[in-house]
T-cell receptor
Framework: SQKIEQNSEALNIQEGKTATLTCNYT??????LQWYRQDPGRGPVFLLL?????KEKRKERLKVTFDTTLKQSLFHITASQPADSATYLC????????????FGSGTRLSIRP | SAVISQKPSRDICQRGTSLTIQCQVD?????MFWYRQQPGQSLTLIAT?????????ESGFVIDKFPISRPNLTFSTLTVSNMSPEDSSIYLC??????????FGPGTRLTVL
């Protein structure tokens, strides 16, 4: 069955360092991969989408890579700040159906001052 | 983008009762989605709510337990019927506006005693 694994339950990073989160998947060939941020008590907020034919995408301090051979995506936050503390979810989707988006369980990121 | 509101934001219910959750979007959308997120878990798609037709349910979810209404292009309801403590969860609605970017509501936190 399709499976998405995100690294560790929690990640603690010193402010100013680069946080790197991992998303691995099996038994799936996604057309695109997304990253979301979720704060406690709130719904997920879309951050970035990367397509299967793209290797890397950037948005401000965020960088996402997508390796379809390794079946892995890396999500980087550079110059991390305490305000970046949240849970980050990766999600896989296909073009055939917008509803078939599968979410990982998320990685809780804490940035300490 | 889209702004989504949900009512109620939280509720505590007794076993065997039903709760209807409302989802309102500030623009017309074709598809709306209902998700469940249990504590510490990933988002699980319950069903896709289509305007003018029956909702499409994912494996493990049935209409008798989770009836959905979609009376127009900006509104949907999800009812959690004959509740048990296992239904305690956060229920989220979402929409896809463009480019597979999903916008989520703030969620409804349900506790069943």
């Amino acid at each position: 069955s399709q499976k998405i694994e995100q690294n560790s339950e929690a990640l603690n990073i010193q402010e100013g360092k680069t946080a790197t989160l991992t998303c691995n998947y099996t038994n799936y060939s996604p057309a695109y991969l997304q990253w979301y941020r979720q704060d406690p008590g709130r719904g997920p907020v879309f951050l970035l989408l990367i397509r299967e034919n793209e290797k890397e995408k950037r948005k401000e301090r965020l960088k996402v890579t997508f390796d379809t051979t390794l079946k892995q995506s890396l999500f980087h936050i550079t110059a991390s700040q305490p305000a970046d503390s949240a849970t980050y979810l990766c999600a896989l989707g296909s073009y055939s159906s917008a509803s078939k988006i599968i979410f990982g369980s998320g990685t809780r990121l804490s940035i300490r001052p | 983008s889209a702004v989504i509101s949900q009512k109620p934001s939280r509720d505590i219910c007794q076993r065997g009762t039903s709760l209807t959750i409302q989802c309102q979007v500030d623009s017309q959308v074709t598809m709306m989605f209902w998700y469940r997120q249990q504590p510490g878990q990933s988002l699980t798609l319950i069903a896709t709510a289509n305007q003018g037709s029956e909702a499409t349910y994912e494996s493990g979810f049935v209409i008798d337990k989770f009836p959905i209404s979609r009376p127009n292009l900006t509104f949907s309801t999800l009812t959690v019927s004959n509740m048990s403590p296992e239904d305690s969860s956060i229920y989220l609605c979402s929409v896809v506006i463009s480019a597979h970017e999903q916008f989520f509501g703030p969620g409804t936190r349900l506790t069943v005693l």
